[in-house]
């Protein structure tokens, strides 16, 4: 009990006895050395605001027992009024809750303790959130048996449209998905438990959420996710945009088949028609094109003659079958020795009829100008009703500049063959008898006044030195020795021989008088052999 100031005066037996002092060590100032050194500045001003307040005061201090322990106490004390109203005396009174406290600390130090693991648990899903958000990957969390969006990174969202997907189902979210097998997969995944792991899988998606699918390829996997007794409560995302990756395997496996079906093409035999009408089928069937064909450059340089057309189209006559260079989009891709290629056939200033094109579903053109060391022999081009990505045109780029070799090798054998057919015929009807010999005197060539005069075929002697069969015997009969032939020196000694009298040998031994020229054949620098002519003078002779 305390005077008006609110000083202590008496304290009764039990407040002794627990603090171990005596009745004059409690009042006045000496009952503050009870309390706690971290509580008096607040239990102070309570009670200072108390007396100030004239009402009651109510606070719970830590207060030292005899063996100097501290104990949590509730400390009341109310006014006492004396008849005018003012106040007489404080009576206070304390009640020991130290159990209650102490019970009071471990909940308040668990519900911290609680409170320091949600914010963790936060601050972790927070930096997981961040981090799928950040993720170049495309990363995805769902929730329950309707794979309810709970988050989508901003890669997923990119790769949609930027839709607004969290919260709801993803059939949902995703309806393009349906009947691609992925809603399955993903209701196998949350029904058994086990993860999914799929590898270049195609998938179509409204990219820009206008309505229009578009092809990728994915690898991806379906994570089981579960709750804390183990059931699976959703399903974690995590792919991999593999698209470009997919279309390069694509690009070189189809550029390899139409490289090999156009090599094939090309190494055929047959006419020049022939050969390029394989390429055209080739580029129809291995790009899916509506038609596609092949003009040559003619003799003038100033016409493109229609050689092959395949697909839709097959004839060669009409309006494209020649091509003035200049004129059309044919022409142009001549004349400008450029490619000219677009996926948007309607509305391209170089196909002139727009009506046909819309009548026929077309939507690319691809023509290339058929090059050799910038020489231009021919033009190579298709429609197709569906857009040709990349990798097709690069296929027809290369299969272009095949083409266009192949084109030059067909001229350069023709020519050639059109030559040997003009050389046989000098050497099938000279009066004079020819052979050609390589660098050891074998022979490779004999014409037919050669056949006629020696009585040999060239298989007969082709496999050993000329002069064994036809110059082996000097004019008396004697034998002349390889060494000293001058027809057998001229192919390896460079040793030519104009006008000269000799004898040779027919086939049945007689001897008969030439005269003969020999010349060495040279290649590249080096010889590889030797021309004989000769002719029998022996009505000369007799004459």
Request: with cysteine; hydrophobic share 40%; glycine share 10%.
């Amino acid at each position: 009990m305390g005077g008006d100031a609110g000083r202590p005066e008496w304290a009764n037996r039990r407040l002794r006895e627990y603090t171990g002092e005596t009745q004059e060590g409690l009042c006045g100032e000496g009952g503050e050395r009870l309390a706690h050194p971290a509580d008096l500045r607040a239990y102070r001003e309570a009670w200072q605001a108390a007396l100030r307040a004239e009402q009651p005061l109510e606070a719970e201090v830590r207060l030292r027992d005899a063996d100097g322990a501290y104990r949590w106490h509730l400390m009341r004390a109310a006014p006492q009024r004396g008849a005018g109203g003012a106040v007489a005396y404080w009576l206070g009174v304390g009640a020991d809750i130290n159990a209650y406290k102490r019970t009071d600390e471990v909940r308040l130090a668990q519900v911290e303790r609680e409170r320091i693991a949600r914010e963790a648990a936060d601050a972790e899903r927070g930096r997981l959130r961040e981090l799928f958000q950040q993720a170049p990957a495309i990363v995805a969390v769902l929730r329950g048996a309707g794979h309810t969006f709970e988050l989508a990174n901003a890669r997923f969202l990119q790769l949609v449209g930027t839709r607004d997907m969290v919260g709801k189902p993803v059939r949902e979210a995703l309806p393009e998905l349906a009947g691609q097998g992925f809603f399955e997969l993903l209701d196998r995944v949350y029904s058994t438990g086990e993860p999914f792991v799929g590898q270049a899988v195609p998938a179509r998606l409204d990219r820009r959420g206008d309505g229009t699918q578009e092809e990728g390829f994915f690898d991806f996997v379906y994570e089981p996710l579960r709750d804390g007794e183990g059931a699976v409560d959703g399903v974690f995302v995590h792919a991999v945009e593999v698209t470009q990756q997919v279309r390069a395997q694509q690009a070189l496996a189809q550029r390899a088949a139409l490289a090999s079906t156009v090599g094939a093409a090309l190494t055929a035999g047959g006419t020049l028609r022939q050969m390029l009408q394989a390429c055209a089928e080739a580029a129809v069937e291995q790009l899916e094109a509506a038609f596609a064909r092949v003009w040559t450059l003619d003799g003038t340089g100033r016409v493109l003659e229609l050689q092959a057309s395949a697909g839709m189209y097959t004839h060669l006559d009409g309006p494209h079958g020649r091509v003035p260079v200049g004129q059309f989009k044919i022409g142009q891709i001549a004349q400008e020795r450029r490619p000219h290629l677009t996926n948007a056939v309607l509305g391209d200033p170089r196909v002139g009829d727009q009506d046909w094109a819309r009548r026929e579903g077309m939507v690319a053109f691809a023509g290339y100008p058929l090059l050799v060391e910038d020489r231009l022999v021919g033009v190579l081009a298709l429609f197709a009703r569906q857009a040709l990505p990349e990798f097709a045109l690069d296929a027809l780029a290369s299969v272009a500049q095949t083409v266009a070799t192949g084109i030059e090798r067909k001229r350069a054998e023709a020519a050639l063959a059109h030559q040997l057919e003009v050389t046989r015929a000098i050497t099938d009807n000279a009066a004079s008898c020819l052979f050609m010999m390589d660098v050891d005197g074998h022979p490779t060539f004999m014409n037919p006044a050669a056949e006629r005069v020696t009585g040999y075929q060239l298989d007969e002697i082709r496999d050993r030195p000329l002069h064994n069969a036809v110059h082996y015997k000097r004019p008396d009969g004697r034998p002349f020795p390889i060494e000293e032939c001058p027809i057998d020196n001229a192919a390896s000694e460079l040793a030519p021989v104009h006008d000269a009298d000799e004898v040779f040998v027919r086939k049945d031994g007689t001897l008969f008088p030439v005269r003969y020229s020999v010349a060495p054949l040279e290649r590249d620098g080096r010889t590889v052999g030797a021309v004989l002519e000769f002719r029998d003078v022996s009505v000369e002779r007799t004459a």
